[in-house]
């Protein structure tokens, strides 16, 4: 993947690597002092819009603006400049387009605190009107900030958390859930008895676009609930294998997708905080296995391990870069907080993008 655009934004400076990470009172008060509104408690329009390429837009201008040092008035107009930027139709996101939003909210938040820092404008009552930041919204009703001793930061509560396999985040409790049910069906190593399943029962929260019962690409099968139960009874494991064309073509995979059927308990909300994910596999015979995971592994109040952490990073760097590059990320992002000069990493990263660009074009000329 390119680098990313916060990085070079900040890539010509020497600076110790803790500018990148500052501690929670000084990203507080950033944030504070950029927005004379708050929209807790209302919705986004999440049946018409992919949330990351709104909030996304908007959280990487203001932490462009926290690394150019811009004062209250320029992240403003930051943040102004970014709304228009912000937005796209949730119909992409399972489609090979999905990175694209994660990209563009980060390049564009960027260039927005670029303008705003060259004196650009917009208007300054954005975040305040129905028809500015909350055009995104289906109850948009701004309030007032509390004071910054008040007020309630999400990332001191938790972390973030790491999938374990390429997909939608909350197919990952259902993939725990379908797992578990396995083994009271096959130990580790044998063949699923698929022939005695007569019905697999899915209780999730409603999720519109992760409901593709016959996901029919790479990117639906990975936006799908019952592909990822499928596949994790099927096979014991779900990684990123699962949704190339070879696995998704199995006959038999076909026929648990068949037997499949989801329900949606009242108390199961998509919220990643508090969702759930039951499966419950019912056999020819009547005998029924159930199993609910509340909390699956990465989740931030079930942490991958860092070594399970660092395989995974390989994993995804190797296609990309030499090991000895992935190796010195590594060191260098285990050493951020006490970095002399982050240009080290800089320079790491913008290696690995001209190693995989030299590869590439070596593949095209061949």
């Given at each position: 993947?390119?680098v990313?655009?916060h990085l070079?934004a900040?890539?010509?400076c020497?600076?110790p ?13 950033t ?7 708050a929209t ?5 329009d999440?049946?018409?819009f992919?949330p990351?390429s709104i909030l996304?837009?908007?959280g990487?201008?203001a932490?462009?603006?926290k690394l150019l040092?811009?004062d209250?008035?320029?992240?403003k107009e930051?943040?102004a400049v970014?709304a228009?930027y912000?937005?796209?139709p ?7 387009t999905?990175?694209?939003?994660m ?6 938040g960027?260039e927005a605190?670029?303008?705003?820092s060259l004196g650009l404008q ?7 009107l129905e028809s500015g ?6 109850d948009?009703l701004?309030?007032?900030?509390p ?8 990332l001191?509560?938790q972390?973030?958390?790491?999938k374990?396999?390429p997909?939608?985040l909350g ?9 578990a049910?396995r083994?009271h069906?096959a130990?580790?190593g044998e ?6 399943i007569?019905?697999?029962v899915?209780?999730?929260p409603?999720?519109?676009?992760v409901?593709?019962p016959?996901?029919s690409?790479e990117?639906e099968?990975?936006?799908?609930f019952q592909?990822?139960?499928?596949s ?5 494991a ?6 190339t064309p070879?696995?998704l073509?199995?006959p038999?995979?076909s026929?648990?997708?068949r037997k499949t059927?989801l329900?949606?308990?009242?108390d199961n909300?998509p ?7 039951e499966?419950?596999?019912i056999l ?8 609910r ?7 931030w ?14 994993s995804?760097?190797v296609?990309a870069?030499p090991?000895e ?5 590594v060191?260098?992002?285990d050493?951020l907080d006490?970095?002399e000069d ?5 320079s790491l990263?913008?290696?690995?993008e ?6 590439q074009h070596?593949?095209?000329t061949?």
């Amino acid at each position: 993947q390119r680098v990313s655009p916060h990085l070079k934004a900040s890539a010509g400076c020497q600076k110790p690597g803790a500018h990148l990470v500052p501690p929670s009172e000084q990203r507080a008060s950033t944030c504070r002092s950029i927005a004379p509104s708050a929209t807790n408690g209302c919705r986004l329009d999440s049946s018409r819009f992919h949330p990351p390429s709104i909030l996304g837009t908007m959280g990487s201008a203001a932490a462009t603006a926290k690394l150019l040092r811009l004062d209250q008035f320029k992240c403003k107009e930051a943040l102004a400049v970014a709304a228009s930027y912000a937005g796209a139709p949730l119909a992409n996101a399972a489609t090979q387009t999905k990175p694209l939003h994660m990209g563009n909210a980060s390049r564009h938040g960027v260039e927005a605190a670029l303008l705003a820092s060259l004196g650009l404008q917009a208007n300054k009552l954005i975040l305040d009107l129905e028809s500015g930041f909350g055009a995104f919204y289906t109850d948009y009703l701004p309030q007032t900030l509390p004071s910054l001793q008040s007020y309630s930061w999400l990332l001191d509560q938790q972390d973030v958390a790491f999938k374990s396999f390429p997909a939608h985040l909350g197919t990952h409790w259902v993939a725990e859930a379908a797992l578990a049910v396995r083994k009271h069906l096959a130990r580790s190593g044998e063949s699923l008895p698929s022939g005695r399943i007569k019905a697999i029962v899915l209780d999730i929260p409603n999720i519109g676009y992760v409901d593709r019962p016959f996901p029919s690409s790479e990117h639906e099968a990975r936006h799908s609930f019952q592909l990822a139960a499928c596949s994790a009874l099927l096979d014991g494991a779900i990684s990123a294998k699962s949704f190339t064309p070879q696995s998704l073509s199995r006959p038999e995979l076909s026929e648990l997708l068949r037997k499949t059927r989801l329900e949606h308990s009242p108390d199961n909300l998509p919220s990643f905080n508090s969702l759930y994910c039951e499966a419950k596999v019912i056999l020819q015979d009547g005998a029924t296995w159930a199993e609910r995971c509340d909390t699956f592994y990465g989740h931030w109040r079930k942490p991958l391990s860092r070594g399970d952490l660092v395989k995974k990073f390989h994993s995804n760097a190797v296609v990309a870069v030499p090991r000895e590059v992935a190796e010195g990320i590594v060191e260098a992002v285990d050493q951020l907080d006490t970095l002399e000069d982050c240009r080290a990493l800089f320079s790491l990263l913008q290696g690995a993008e001209l190693a995989k660009g030299q590869r590439q074009h070596r593949r095209e000329t061949l």
